[in-house]
Nanobody, 117 residues
Framework: QVQLVESGGGLVQPGGSLTLSCTAS????????MGWYRQAPGKQRELVAA???????NYTDSVKGRFTISRDNAKNTVYLQMNSLKPEDTAVYYC???????????WGQGTQVTVSS
């Protein structure tokens, strides 16, 4: 029974900050590359940030310098710290775990982030 549980979404004003958390169970967390994806209405799902089993990170250009992904293997948790939020960041954010060099993927339920004045 694999479960990825997200928290931290909500409504923030432009320029504000928010931190998302995703806690995994049912997997050996340290063996999984973790990522955050987002999907806005009428848009394709896109990768926002990813962190490897060795804690290498990568980001989509639109969030580079504003968002930070991190992981705490002792807590089976991945985080997405979001600063300087813009209305175009509004989306449902999904946590993903992928077993390295495999097609085995798991997804969280999604959490809504709304950036609006």
């Amino acid at each position: 029974q694999v479960q990825l549980v997200e928290s931290g979404g909500g409504l923030v004003q432009p320029g504000g900050s928010l931190t998302l958390s995703c806690t995994a169970s049912g997997i050996i967390f340290r063996f999984y590359t973790m990522g955050w994806y987002r999907q806005a209405p009428g848009k394709q799902r896109e990768l926002v940030a990813a962190i490897s089993t060795g804690s290498n990170t990568n980001y989509t250009d639109s969030v580079k310098g504003r968002f930070t992904i991190s992981r705490d293997n002792a807590k089976n948790t991945v985080y997405l710290q979001m600063n300087s939020l813009k209305p175009e960041d509004t989306a449902v954010y999904y946590c993903n775990g992928r077993l390295g060099r495999s097609d085995l993927n798991y997804w969280g339920q999604g959490t809504q982030v709304t950036v609006s004045s």
